[in-house]
């Protein structure tokens, strides 16, 4: 597996040149990191760029595998014509703002396994008990125009998830567009299901995981039910930019306190 200073390096070339370029590329890969799937034409409006000038460096991010080509999914009625295409990262391109130790992680729960089929969770459940109790306070001294469930995303982004909620019919939806640890996840899904009950616990209804990243979705999404006897949640997402040069962690509904 490249690590990701490995994997930046593909992304900004070798010659000092090219930093322009490179760091323009990042811009767009981190705009896909946070919005999920794009079009050229929406990235270009999002970045202050020509659809020309953006096609030249999704070029090259599919190229080197950052990228893929899909077919934009259409919701509701169907106009003419063929869909746009829209990128979207691949596993290669999320390494690239992936910082854990994936391979030392991944390692030392294998070994944590053999000591009984219970000691990952186990692992996981002692782990987020001190996240969960920080995401408590927060929720407790967040602001009353907001719901917990933003309460929650805040709390998220804070620590590098790029956590954003979006309305739904029955209650809203959970967004998380970067996952650090999904590698891990992917190989011991016990830290999403931890994940998963820490949220509903947090916010005092049963949560459904919808997708995650680990399982190779673009976002991570729970479905949070409308508690007994509220109304209808505000009907604008509540989103967290991150920077387009930096991670320290789509309004597109498509993981993770560990």
Same mark, same amino acid.
């Given at each position: 597996?490249?690590?990701?200073?490995?994997?930046?390096?593909?992304?900004a070339?070798?010659?000092?040149?090219?930093?322009?370029?490179?760091?323009?590329?990042?811009?767009?890969?981190?705009?896909?990191?946070?919005?999920?799937?794009?079009?050229?034409?929406?990235?270009?409006?999002?970045?202050?760029l020509?659809?020309?000038?953006?096609?030249?460096?999704?070029?090259?991010?599919?190229?080197? &595998?950052?990228?893929?080509?899909?077919?934009?999914?259409i919701?509701?009625?169907?106009?003419?014509?063929?869909?746009?295409?829209?990128?979207?990262?691949?596993?290669? &391109?999320?390494?690239?703002?992936?910082?854990?130790?994936?391979?030392?992680?991944?390692?030392?729960?294998?070994?944590?396994?053999?000591?009984?089929?219970?000691?990952?969770?186990?692992?996981?459940e002692?782990?987020?008990?001190?996240?969960?109790?920080?995401?408590?306070?927060?929720?407790?001294?967040?602001?009353?125009?907001?719901?917990?469930?933003?309460?929650?995303?805040?709390?998220?982004?804070?620590?590098?998830?790029?956590?954003?909620?979006?309305?739904?019919?029955?209650?809203?939806?959970?967004?998380?567009?970067?996952?650090?640890?999904?590698?891990?996840?992917?190989?011991?899904?016990?830290?999403?299901?931890?994940?998963?009950?820490?949220?509903?616990?947090?916010? &005092?209804?049963?949560?459904?995981?919808?997708?995650?990243?680990?399982? &190779?979705?673009?976002v991570?999404?729970?479905h949070i039910?409308?508690?007994?006897?509220?109304?209808?949640?505000?009907?604008?997402?509540?989103?967290?930019?991150?920077?387009?040069?930096?991670?320290?962690?789509?309004?597109?509904?498509?993981?993770?306190?560990?």
């Amino acid at each position: 597996m490249k690590s990701s200073r490995q994997a930046a390096h593909g992304i900004a070339g070798s010659s000092a040149g090219g930093e322009t370029d490179a760091s323009t590329r990042q811009r767009v890969a981190s705009s896909i990191l946070e919005h999920g799937p794009s079009t050229t034409v929406t990235l270009a409006e999002r970045l202050g760029l020509t659809p020309a000038a953006i096609r030249r460096h999704l070029d090259v991010l599919l190229s080197l &595998g950052h990228l893929e080509a899909r077919e934009q999914r259409i919701y509701g009625a169907r106009g003419r014509g063929r869909p746009a295409k829209v990128f979207a990262l691949t596993p290669a &391109g999320r390494a690239v703002f992936y910082a854990a130790y994936d391979a030392l992680a991944v390692q030392a729960l294998e070994f944590m396994s053999e000591a009984g089929p219970d000691a990952v969770t186990r692992f996981a459940e002692a782990r987020i008990a001190e996240v969960e109790a920080r995401y408590r306070d927060n929720l407790a001294q967040a602001d009353d125009d907001i719901t917990p469930a933003q309460a929650l995303a805040d709390a998220l982004s804070a620590d590098g998830y790029v956590a954003s909620t979006l309305p739904s019919a029955l209650g809203e939806q959970l967004c998380q567009h970067h996952c650090p640890v999904a590698h891990v996840a992917e190989k011991f899904p016990q830290l999403c299901d931890v994940e998963t009950e820490a949220f509903s616990r947090l916010l &005092g209804v049963h949560v459904q995981r919808l997708a995650t990243i680990a399982h &190779g979705d673009g976002v991570c999404t729970t479905h949070i039910p409308r508690a007994p006897g509220t109304t209808d949640v505000p009907r604008t997402a509540s989103t967290t930019s991150i920077s387009t040069t930096s991670i320290s962690p789509s309004s597109n509904p498509e993981e993770s306190l560990i």
